[in-house]
């Protein structure tokens, strides 16, 4: 039944991520976002599930479809459901590598309701998952991963968001050592890349969205990496929010647990376009061609995924890599 689940959600995201490849490279992230969150709320609501949004496209006066706390499926098990229909819509909009369509879900009330606010976030694989915090060093932390990695600093790349709140914090990577890739946009690629082998990724850190980190530690749980956060409040509205919608200490570390607290998480992403863990969409006379990760904390598997549809019919076979 689990495995079937999976597949069952692992068609919404593809659904997503069809409708989203066909604004790639067209200059328009708004149309392009509206069709990935239309497909993915039709697919939605033909599954056998109570479904709540938690981590969705905002509050209900700002987003139509697929707002917090909307309820999802034809009626079934209840579950919390994380999405993020188009990450990196603007990736998507120029034709830039890792746009991914994504979600997470879990049983009911055990993701965290994560507020649209910043968080600081470090994500590292699950070889280095013991020895990285939140609260230390830029330098600390690569230092520690480099030694029980086996490596020198100058032998690791750590992922960082292109933003001028970063200045310092690229600085101090650089002085320590480690080579840098920096993204524009899509922070959960490179949170969960550092989990994935052959991404050339080592470790995640810098300040991104909230609501992106909880899809992000849900990943993390089902590969075995470690995920950690702390909340970087830019208002008093911010904190307000926090304070009614989340179930832990806002001002502690938010750890693993508090993000997602369950050993029963999937996370299934889509690629739409190309990237370093996932393949794009790619159209063709009489049909398309996706490929995914369907991530299972409950069973410990992640199967990348490749399916093949064909205009008019329904899917005509799976490969798993």
């Not at 069952?8 to 989203?20: C, G, K, Q």
């Not at 590969?223 to 009614?244: L, P, Q, S, T, Y």
């Amino acid at each position: 039944m689990r495995n079937t689940r999976i597949y069952e959600m692992l068609e919404v995201t593809e659904a997503a991520a069809l409708a989203a490849g066909r604004w790639m490279g067209k200059g328009d992230k708004m149309a392009a976002d509206d069709a990935a969150v239309q497909a993915m709320r039709k697919t939605l609501a033909n599954i056998e599930i109570d479904g709540t949004i938690v981590i969705g496209e905002g509050e209900r006066d700002e987003a139509p479809m697929l707002f917090i706390g909307e309820e999802v499926g034809c009626g079934g098990e209840k579950i919390d459901i994380a999405v993020d229909p188009l990450e990196g819509t603007n990736l998507t909009a120029s034709g830039q590598s890792n746009s991914l369509a994504v979600m997470a879900f879990a049983p009911a009330g055990t993701l965290l309701h994560a507020p649209d606010t910043y968080m600081n976030k470090i994500a590292v694989g699950p070889e280095a998952a013991d020895v990285v915090h939140i609260d230390a060093t830029p330098t600390e932390n690569i230092r520690a991963v480099a030694k029980v990695m086996h490596r020198e600093p100058e032998d690791l790349v750590v992922c960082i968001l292109d933003r001028d709140r970063h200045v310092d914090l690229i600085s101090e990577v650089r002085q320590a050592g480690a080579r840098i890739r920096l993204i524009t946009d899509g922070d959960v690629f490179g949170a969960v890349a550092t989990a994935i082998e052959g991404t050339g990724i080592h470790l995640y850190m810098g300040i991104g969205a909230a609501p992106e980190g909880v899809l992000a530690c849900a990943a993390m749980k089902c590969i075995g990496g470690c995920f950690m956060g702390r909340f970087a409040f830019r208002n008093d509205e911010e904190r307000a929010r926090a304070e009614k919608m989340s179930a832990c200490d806002i001002d502690d570390v938010l750890t693993m647990d508090c993000l997602v607290n369950t050993d029963e998480a999937a996370f299934i992403a889509t690629g739409v376009t190309d990237g370093e863990m996932l393949r794009g969409v790619k159209y063709f006379g009489q049909g398309a061609r996706t490929h995914s990760v369907a991530m299972d904390a409950g069973s410990k598997t992640v199967r990348f995924v490749e399916t093949v549809f064909r205009t008019g019919t329904e899917m005509f076979w799976v490969r798993q890599d």
